[in-house]
């Protein structure tokens, strides 16, 4: 098994608990960690045989930027369930979203949360 990650990816949306991060949105921060079997594309050097980064990527994109959702963990599982809807050979997903300087009533950097699923648990 192998892992494909891609890290760093910047969006801006519009979640979180209060009325005024829905309507003013705020910075996130995304890391996935991708488990699938690579040997065929190793072998190949073919995409239609790899876990494609460029679906992976607009499926992150479009669900972070096209819904709103009150909290970090149902973003994340959402994300983690197109994922999985889209690539048959996923075998386990992490994601980590941060939200950059939220409002908290203090300096904070960033708020996050990390999930795991694998496809076991579908």
């Known amino acids: 098994?192998?892992?494909?990650?891609i890290s760093d990816m910047e969006f801006f949306a519009f979640h979180g608990?209060?009325?005024e991060e829905k309507l003013?949105?705020?910075k996130f921060i995304v890391d996935v960690e991708m488990d699938t079997n690579t040997e065929p594309a190793q072998k190949s050097d073919?995409?239609?045989d790899a876990l494609n980064y460029q679906t992976a990527y607009s499926i992150i994109r479009e669900v972070i930027t096209g819904t709103k959702s009150n909290?970090?963990?149902?973003i994340a599982e959402n994300v983690l369930n197109a994922l999985f809807s889209e690539f048959?050979?996923?075998e386990s997903a992490k994601i980590?979203?941060?939200?950059v300087n939220p409002p908290m009533g203090g300096q904070i950097g960033t708020v996050?949360?990390?999930i795991f699923k694998s496809k076991n648990d579908l």
Request: with cysteine; proline share 0%; hydrophobic share 40%.
């Open 1 to 5: 098994m192998s892992k494909i990650f």
């Open 17 to 19: 608990h209060y009325a």
């Open 24 to 26: 003013a949105g705020n």
């Open 46 to 48: 073919n995409l239609n």
């Open 71 to 74: 909290l970090l963990e149902n």
């Open 88 to 90: 048959d050979n996923l």
């Open 96 to 99: 980590k979203i941060c939200k």
């Open 112 to 114: 996050g949360v990390e």
